[in-house]
């Protein structure tokens, strides 16, 4: 599996998502915060998406 800046950006936003989901959670149900989180979250997994086609690519 190689680095490159999408793959980066993916795990980032995951990280952000995950965090905002948490934080929503643990703030009594945050719904605002669940919602950009989830909306990270499908971004996130477009990006992982996008970049499956170039790992299987040979070079």
Known sequence: MGANPT???G???FLVAF???S???AADINYL???IGLALLAASLGLFLK???WEH???
């Open 7 to 9: 793959q980066a950006q």
């Open 11 to 13: 795990v980032a936003l």
């Open 19 to 21: 965090t905002l989901i």
């Open 23 to 25: 934080a929503g959670l």
């Open 33 to 35: 915060y669940l919602l």
């Open 51 to 53: 970049c499956k086609p």
């Open 57 to 59: 690519s040979e070079d």
